[in-house]
């Protein structure tokens, strides 16, 4: 390995370490700060180490139109998910993540889902590969499985807040069946724009997953900081696969 990949890789690993043991010991939203500057300047840093990798992989002029496409896409179906309940379940957001486009859905959410989608989907290139509904399915997969470290934690910091609750540490079932519908079709959507070069038998670089480690780093040192075990538990696996294929990953 070149040298200065071993230099990002220690990077990444020592950056998520950091945000592990920030989420572990002095996360908290209950605090004098300017949480929607804090939190939307640091949920933009963390999602730029991917958007990097990605735009490496997949070229300026291919990789940009993406990027913006499914960016705007969620944006537009969190605001009618606000509206009409479909497909999340009833929920709105808190203004701790900054101003709402809409007057529905905070701008930091274009930078928050995007980097999880790109870190699904290069899990599922790098550990499944081959036939497109397998790739698809399995990034899909992989979303919902983030989204349940994810979703309770968020809940619990009071960045958004579902109507009437869920068994899972308040969140509704339905709201997971609308990840995977949605990975399904953001999935496909990366799926089919570089369908040449994944049937070829590439894969999306390693480091096109950092932004979904960091991020899953800092909420499941939250929610080990206050006792959800389940998203915990899950929280480390996935982190460890993480850090596997963002180590050993093509």
Not at 18 to 30: E, P
Not at 34 to 47: M, R, T
Not at 227 to 249: D, M, R
């Amino acid at each position: 390995m070149a040298a200065h990949k071993k230099v990002i890789r220690a990077a990444l690993i020592l950056s998520a370490a950091f945000l592990f043991l920030v989420g572990l010991t002095v996360l908290d939203f209950d605090t004098g700060l300017d949480v929607p500057l804090v939190s939307g300047a640091l949920i933009v840093a963390i999602a730029l180490p991917s958007y990097y990798c990605f735009l490496r992989f997949a070229g300026v002029r291919k990789g940009v139109p993406l990027l913006l496409l499914l960016s705007a896409m969620p944006l537009l179906v969190e605001a009618q998910a606000v509206v009409t309940s479909v497909p999340y379940g009833g929920f709105s957001y808190s203004d701790a993540m900054g101003p709402k486009l809409f007057g529905l859905v905070p701008w930091t959410v274009a930078f928050a889902y995007l980097p999880i989608l790109l870190g699904s989907f290069t899990l599922a290139s790098q550990l499944i590969g081959g036939r497109w509904t397998r790739m698809v399915m399995g990034s899909a997969a992989m979303l919902v499985l983030a989204d349940l470290v994810l979703d309770p934690a968020i809940v619990h910091a009071g960045l958004w807040i579902w109507e009437d609750g869920g068994a899972y540490h308040g969140v509704p079932a339905v709201n997971f069946l609308g990840w995977l519908l949605t990975g399904v079709a953001y999935s496909a959507i990366l799926y089919f724009a570089l369908k040449d070069r994944l049937e070829s038998g590439e894969a999306l670089p390693a480091g096109a997953s950092s932004s979904l480690l960091l991020t899953m780093a800092l909420w499941t040192g939250y929610v080990i900081q206050n006792g959800l075990l389940a998203p915990s538990v899950l929280g480390l696996a996935l982190l460890a696969l993480l850090l596997l294929v963002n180590i050993k990953g093509r």
